[in-house]
């Protein structure tokens, strides 16, 4: 209710017409339309589009954000339906940051998010405000966790404005660590999704993608994409920093590619483009100062290079800046080195790259830390001792191993596409092999039937009767292909009469409920019409007739609800399988569960505990299905534990145990609960079709034996173990590897 009176707001503000005017809005422009906004509402509005649109890693924004939140918490009291709640949790955790208390800031923010999610209100901006607090606390694990965790919320919440943000910090993270492929993958990922809502982003994660193939070394396609975000640069009128990001990757990328020309245009560009924005204008004439300064030294004038960059050093020094920030590199101390190598100064070189590459430790931007240790190993190696070229070497390898090491996950995936090739290429060998000992026996058979006539006759003999012995078995062969299909299509009709058969059964009653209660109605009508006398029998045939009405509609509800099940049940086992981390599709499963409960009575009081392998592999299963296998029996368990709370058992504590395990060549996966259990006679017909203890409209004894031939398709078993008044415990085991 409260986000429909915000967008009232805007509205009537003239400015948030649709949501991709709302985010492709100019900051600048709301900002003086602030103070024509003289009504509380409409105040409100430009308030809330403003603080959506405001980048709170910088700290004169942040600044700038605290007396609007000041402002929109006042007006908020005003009016009704205004939820306070996030916008105040903002407010605390902007203080905090202003203040250097990293750590409080962080939690203030979450808890924002936390409640702007509730609200179903996106802050993609809030989001990647995140990515460079974490960087200042040094934190990059737990930023990686929380942002994987919060891409599955979103993406189950079809939230993809959020879901955008999520995909570029995550992108940041795998850059940091030299993981080029998953990297560029989520920077294109946020491109497609800023695209429909959010051009300027939508160019910058282009830029960034271009720069990461540029570090992976393809560089084709990193011109590709920073060309196209310097072409759209214009069209979606980006922010001055924006462009000169974009204008300084391309010079960049051209001077790698030895085009020093166009990195010179291009870093003129650049440099005229620096000092336009309002708030980053001295760290852009920094960068910029450092890009020209490469191409001076590209073109071999170190003595033009030089003023440019003590000018670049001293804004450095004044701004403090890190040798990386968000949006690019900062690579002063090595143009310092490469300018001391023109000048023969080994020693100074050394000492820049050495700063540079204790800048990316301090800073833990391990990405950049092997082409500084390479350089400091070319350069002991041609100017100074082998003993510190052995010793950066050491440093190197290892650095190799941990950043290998964190791209693990990725290699796997390499791995299996080139164990296939590999059973390809051993086929390929074998038939080779195969046909060159084929080609020797005839060459022998040929120098034979040289020999002697009477060999020839009898060869000739032999291939006649082989002739004749392959056309009798070819046609048994077809025989037997025609007697397999008519058997085949034999089974599949039999199976089909069975289903035919069971949904029959089972549509009858639903089916014979209906008709009755609509006889009965008709034969209420008929009273009615022929009474006509007083009003309270006319009322009484009404009452009956509405319940005769809810009596046909519940069961035909559990019609449809059977054709589902059965067709489900025919339908299973039909997909690809997929090495699957069944830990994600066991909490994805489990938490869809549980919004299932979240409107029953019961659902605060169940607790749910989780105890998954974290060395658990991933297993080849088809993921839909087998979630479906879990969804009915965590299903199952809710509804087993609240049939006991109804039963008002004193002292009961409902709760609910799901656990993984690797076994030797499995996996497990066990689904516990504290209900009041299965007696025997039940279990031992629990997995069949149509099967069920619970009440009429409720199953269709589907579910379970539905599970059943899942898992069993997949190679594994389900098994349950239950006493009564003591719980019931469900086992799924499956192969690691595809049967």
């Given at each position: 209710m409260k986000w429909i009176i915000l967008g009232l707001l805007g509205l009537l503000s003239g400015r948030l017409v649709a949501q991709p005017r709302y985010w492709a809005a100019d900051h600048d422009s709301l900002q003086r339309e602030l103070p024509r906004q003289t009504a509380p509402s409409a105040r409100i509005g430009t308030l809330v589009h403003l603080l959506d649109l405001t980048e709170l890693s910088s700290a004169v924004n942040r600044q700038q954000a605290l007396p609007r939140l000041d402002e929109l918490l006042r007006l908020g009291a005003q009016v009704s339906g205004f939820e306070a709640g996030p916008y105040r949790q903002l407010r605390t955790g902007v203080q905090q940051w202003q203040r250097g208390n990293l750590e409080a800031a962080l939690t203030a923010l979450r808890q924002a998010i936390e409640l702007f999610d509730k609200a179903a209100?996106?802050?993609?901006?809030?989001?990647?405000?995140?990515?460079?607090?974490?960087?200042?606390?040094?934190?990059?694990?737990?930023?990686?966790?929380?942002?994987?965790?919060?891409?599955?919320?979103?993406?189950?919440?079809?939230?993809?404005?959020?879901?955008?943000?999520?995909?570029?910090?995550?992108?940041?993270?795998?850059?940091?660590?030299?993981?080029?492929?998953?990297?560029?993958?989520?920077?294109?990922?946020?491109?497609?999704?800023?695209?429909?809502?959010?051009?300027?982003?939508?160019?910058?994660?282009?830029?960034?993608?271009?720069?990461?193939?540029?570090?992976?070394?393809?560089?084709?396609?990193?011109?590709?994409?920073?060309?196209?975000?310097?072409?759209?640069?214009?069209?979606?009128?980006?922010?001055?920093?924006?462009?000169?990001?974009?204008?300084?990757?391309?010079?960049?990328?051209?001077?790698?590619?030895?085009?020093?020309?166009?990195?010179?245009?291009?870093?003129?560009?650049?440099?005229?483009?620096?000092?336009?924005?309002?708030?980053?204008?001295?760290?852009?004439?920094?960068y910029a100062l450092v890009l020209q300064s490469q191409v001076l030294l590209a073109r071999r004038q170190p003595a033009a290079a030089l003023p440019l960059l003590r000018r670049a050093q001293r804004l450095a020094d004044s701004l403090a800046l890190r040798i990386s920030d968000r949006p690019g590199e900062f690579a002063l101390d090595d143009t310092w080195a490469r300018y001391y190598l023109t000048q023969q100064n080994y020693a100074l070189a050394r000492q820049a790259w050495e700063r540079a590459y204790r800048k990316t430790i301090t800073g833990n931007y391990p990405a950049a830390r092997p082409r500084y240790l390479r350089r400091l190993i070319e350069l002991e190696q041609a100017h100074g001792s082998p003993a510190a070229a052995r010793a950066y070497?050491?440093?190197?390898?290892?650095?190799?191993?941990?950043?290998?090491?964190?791209?693990?996950?990725?290699?796997?995936?390499?791995?299996?596409?080139?164990?296939?090739?590999?059973?390809?290429?051993?086929?390929?060998?074998?038939?080779?092999?195969?046909?060159?000992?084929?080609?020797?026996?005839?060459?022998?058979?040929?120098?034979?039937?040289?020999?002697?006539?009477?060999?020839?006759?009898?060869?000739?003999?032999?291939?006649?009767?082989?002739?004749?012995?392959?056309?009798?078995?070819?046609?048994?062969?077809?025989?037997?292909?025609?007697?397999?299909?008519?058997?085949?299509?034999?089974?599949?009709?039999?199976?089909?009469g069975e289903v035919s058969a069971g949904i029959a059964h089972e549509l009858q009653n639903p089916l014979n409920f209906m008709k009755r209660f609509a006889e009965v109605s008709t034969s209420l009508v008929d009273n009615m019409d022929k009474a006509g006398g007083p009003g309270g029998l006319e009322q009484e045939i009404l009452v009956g007739l509405r319940q005769n009405l809810q009596e046909i509609s519940q069961h035909g509800i559990r019609a449809s609800a059977i054709i589902r099940d059965m067709l489900e049940h025919a339908r299973s086992g039909t997909g690809q399988r997929v090495a699957t981390d069944l830990n994600e599709l066991v909490m994805e499963y489990l938490q869809l569960a549980r919004q299932s409960q979240e409107f029953s009575q019961h659902a605060g009081l169940?607790?749910?505990?989780?105890?998954?392998?974290?060395?658990?592999?991933?297993?080849?299963?088809v993921a839909p299905d087998m979630g479906r296998v879990l969804l009915n029996l965590f299903t199952n368990a809710f509804y087993a534990v609240s049939q006991r709370l109804e039963a008002g058992e004193a002292g009961y504590a409902p709760g609910i145990r799901v656990d993984t395990r690797l076994l030797p060549a499995s996996?497990?996966?066990?689904?516990?609960?504290?209900?009041?259990?299965?007696?025997?006679?039940?279990?031992?017909?629990?997995?069949?079709?149509?099967?069920?203890?619970?009440?009429?409209?409720?199953?269709?004894?589907?579910?379970?034996?539905?599970?059943?031939?899942?898992?069993?398709?997949?190679?594994?078993?389900?098994?349950?173990?239950?006493?009564?008044?003591?719980?019931?415990?469900?086992?799924?085991?499956?192969?690691?590897?595809?049967?």
């Open positions: 209100h996106p802050v993609p901006l809030l989001l990647i405000d995140l990515a460079p607090l974490h960087n200042q606390l040094h934190d990059s694990r737990r930023r990686l966790a929380y942002f994987r965790r919060k891409l599955v919320q979103y993406q189950l919440a079809d939230n993809e404005k959020n879901q955008a943000a999520c995909y570029l910090v995550l992108a940041g993270s795998y850059r940091q660590v030299g993981n080029h492929n998953l990297a560029i993958s989520h920077y294109l990922h946020a491109a497609d999704l800023f695209k429909p809502f959010y051009p300027r982003y939508y160019v910058t994660e282009l830029v960034a993608a271009g720069e990461s193939y540029a570090d992976w070394g393809n560089t084709q396609k990193a011109l590709q994409y920073l060309q196209q975000a310097v072409g759209l640069a214009q069209k979606v009128r980006i922010t001055p920093l924006q462009q000169f990001f974009s204008e300084q990757a391309v010079a960049k990328l051209h001077l790698k590619l030895g085009n020093v020309a166009a990195a010179d245009r291009y870093a003129q560009l650049a440099r005229r483009t620096a000092p336009t924005d309002p708030v980053a204008g001295p760290m852009c004439v920094a070497t050491q440093r190197y390898f290892a650095l190799a191993d941990t950043l290998q090491a964190t791209q693990g996950s990725n290699l796997v995936a390499q791995y299996e596409s080139e164990r296939v090739e590999q059973a390809q290429n051993e086929q390929i060998t074998r038939l080779q092999q195969e046909k060159t000992l084929q080609t020797l026996r005839l060459q022998q058979r040929n120098r034979l039937l040289t020999v002697a006539s009477v060999a020839l006759a009898l060869i000739t003999a032999l291939m006649l009767v082989v002739y004749r012995q392959l056309r009798i078995n070819k046609r048994t062969l077809t025989e037997l292909r025609q007697t397999q299909n008519r058997l085949v299509q034999s089974e599949k009709w039999a199976f089909v169940i607790g749910v505990e989780t105890d998954l392998a974290p060395d658990l592999p991933a297993v080849p299963v996996v497990q996966i066990r689904v516990s609960d504290n209900g009041p259990g299965i007696p025997e006679a039940v279990r031992q017909r629990i997995f069949t079709a149509f099967f069920t203890t619970k009440p009429v409209g409720e199953g269709t004894g589907l579910g379970l034996s539905l599970s059943h031939d899942i898992v069993t398709s997949h190679g594994g078993t389900i098994h349950v173990d239950s006493a009564e008044g003591e719980g019931a415990e469900f086992t799924i085991t499956l192969p690691t590897v595809l049967a």
